[in-house]
Nanobody, 120 residues
Framework: QVQLVESGGGLVEPGGSLRLSCAAS????????MGWYRQAPGKQRDLVAT??????NYADSVKGRFTISRDIAKKTVFLQMTSLKPEDTAVYYC???????????????WGQGTQVTVSS
């Protein structure tokens, strides 16, 4: 069993910053790609950023404002968000591709989501 626990969401004014964290725990052998997705009300869940090995990938809408990083030893992925805009308001979900002790193949796991609201 693998669990992802997110933290760091909240209410922030436009132009402000937030840092999200997601810690993975459980029967983990290896973690491959880690990433963040977001879902605004009435919209589909979209990719925000991913990190795999030394490579990162960002949605065009967040390039230059958001930075994804990871602490491999702590099995944690971070999303530093700056210059936040009202359109960044969404529930942010952590996603990790994990090879667990109980699974034959790596699979994706999701966190429970953390609300980010950008409003004055």
């Amino acid at each position: 069993q693998v669990q992802l626990v997110e933290s760091g969401g909240g209410l922030v004014e436009p132009g402000g910053s937030l840092r999200l964290s997601c810690a993975a725990s459980g029967s983990i052998i290896s973690i491959y790609t880690m990433g963040w997705y977001r879902q605004a009300p009435g919209k589909q869940r979209d990719l925000v950023a991913t990190i795999s090995g030394g490579s990162t990938n960002y949605a065009d809408s967040v390039k230059g404002r958001f930075t994804i990083s990871r602490d491999i030893a702590k099995k944690t992925v971070f999303l530093q968000m700056t210059s936040l805009k009202p359109e960044d308001t969404a529930v942010y979900y952590c996603n990790c591709n994990v090879k667990s002790k109980t699974g034959f193949m790596p699979r994706d796991y999701w966190g429970q989501g953390t609300q980010v609201t950008v409003s004055s």
